[in-house]
């Protein structure tokens, strides 16, 4: 079986940072995507970033592109999202998960990733 624990979240007023980490225990000798998502209160989960294998391809939603930045140490099988000038919009529970359908691919999909975490909280005040 495949776990996946994301750490990280908090409280921070707006123009803040944080960095998420997601450890991926279990089959960790599978290849796969991982992404984030996430969901605020009364909204349907989106998309915010992803990831490939290889960590040399990249994509992110149009609300975070150019302040959040996603990384993964393969050694470590840890994804990171280092978030940065973070408004009250970026509120919400954010998810990591992990796509083996995706490959040596990445995936904005949430249908199409195996393996999700638990969540972390981010309240970002105004």
């Known amino acids: 079986q495949v776990q996946l624990v994301e750490s990280g979240g908090g409280l921070v007023q707006t123009g803040g940072s944080l960095r998420l980490s997601c450890v991926v225990s279990?089959?960790?000798?599978?290849?796969?995507?991982a992404g984030w998502f996430r969901q605020a209160p009364g909204k349907e989960r989106e998309f915010v970033a992803t990831?490939?294998?290889?960590?040399?391809?990249?994509y992110y939603a149009d609300s975070v592109k150019d302040r959040f930045a996603i990384s993964r140490d393969n050694a470590k099988n840890t994804v990171y999202l280092q978030m940065n000038n973070l408004k009250p919009e970026d509120t919400a529970i954010y998810y990591c998960?992990?796509?083996?359908?995706?490959?040596?691919?990445?995936?904005?999909?949430?249908?199409?990733?195996?393996?999700w975490g638990q969540g972390t909280q981010v309240t970002v005040s105004s």
């Open positions: 998960a992990a796509s083996i359908a995706a490959g040596l691919g990445w995936t904005t999909h949430g249908h199409e990733y195996d393996f």
């Open positions: 279990g089959r960790t000798f599978m290849t796969y995507a």
């Open positions: 990831i490939n294998w290889s960590h040399s391809s990249t």
